[in-house]
Antibody, heavy 119, light 106 residues
Framework: QVQLQESGPGLVKPSETLSLICTVSGDSISPYYWSWVRQPPGKGLEWIGHISYNGITNYNPSVKSRVTISLGTSKNQFSLKLTSVTAADTAVYYC?????????????WGQGTLVTVSS | DVQMTQSPSTLSASVGDRVTITCRASQSISSWLGWYQQKPGKAPKLLIYRASNLESGVPSRFSGSGSGTEFTLTISSLQPDDSATYYCQQYNSGWTFGQGTKVEIK
């Protein structure tokens, strides 16, 4: 059974960088794609971007200038960095797995971690 | 950008009712559509992929249909455990979610 777990600071100051790590267990990074999705409190879901097992990235245009998703130095981790954050970036951040055999549908999600942007 | 519009935003139905949720895309997405169920405080759970394929382990009372720009999620006999918010998601051009449909049990 695949499990994903987000980790990182729950509070980030405005204008600083949000950094999260997702640790994957129960399966290999390859041949899947790995994604970040966020959900502001009480609102809907927003895809942030994803990275393939061989490092190819694809980002939502709404955050493209501020976001970097990368594979971790540990083989079963990937990360999210979002620069110049504002209160609008306050959300539950989910890491997720994309299944290539079904056209890159999200099939597994982490439990999510709340990140609050506030001074 | 492909916009996804769900209707209704909320619905209230009784146990045993047949429930249908509609999702419309702003342009054709072929069959690249998924449906998710999300309960409060939990991550979404995949129900349907490629518009009509039931994910392993999901009860058969859930079904999906459609192609192009119009899609539906049907719950054939609503159960108490189905109280949740349901999201459609297109993955033809980028990845975009609908705004969600909250299903309540009367």
């Amino acid at each position: 059974q695949v499990q994903l777990q987000e980790s990182g600071p729950g509070l980030v100051k405005p204008s600083e960088t949000l950094s999260l790590i997702c640790t994957v267990s129960g399966d290999s990074i390859s041949p899947y794609y790995w994604s970040w999705v966020r959900q502001p409190p009480g609102k809907g879901l927003e895809w942030i971007g994803h990275i393939s097992y061989n490092g190819i990235t694809n980002y939502n245009p709404s955050v493209k200038s501020r976001v970097t998703i990368s594979l971790g130095t540990s083989k079963n981790q990937f990360s999210l960095k979002l620069t110049s954050v504002t209160a609008a970036d306050t959300a539950v951040y989910y890491c997720a797995r994309l299944r290539p055999s079904s056209g890159l549908i999200i099939d597994y999600w982490g439990q999510g971690t709340l990140v609050t942007v506030s001074s | 950008d492909v916009q996804m519009t769900q209707s209704p935003s909320t619905l209230s139905a009784s146990v045993g009712d047949r429930v249908t949720i509609t999702c419309r895309a702003s342009q054709s997405i072929s069959s690249w559509l998924g449906w998710y169920q999300q309960k409060p405080g939990k991550a979404p759970k995949l129900l349907i992929y490629r518009a009509s394929n039931l994910e392993s382990g999901v009860p058969s009372r859930f079904s999906g249909s459609g192609s192009g720009t119009e899609f539906t999620l049907t719950i054939s006999s609503l159960q108490p455990d189905d109280s949740a918010t349901y999201y459609c998601q297109q993955y033809n051009s980028g990845w975009t979610f609908g705004q969600g449909t909250k299903v309540e049990i009367k």
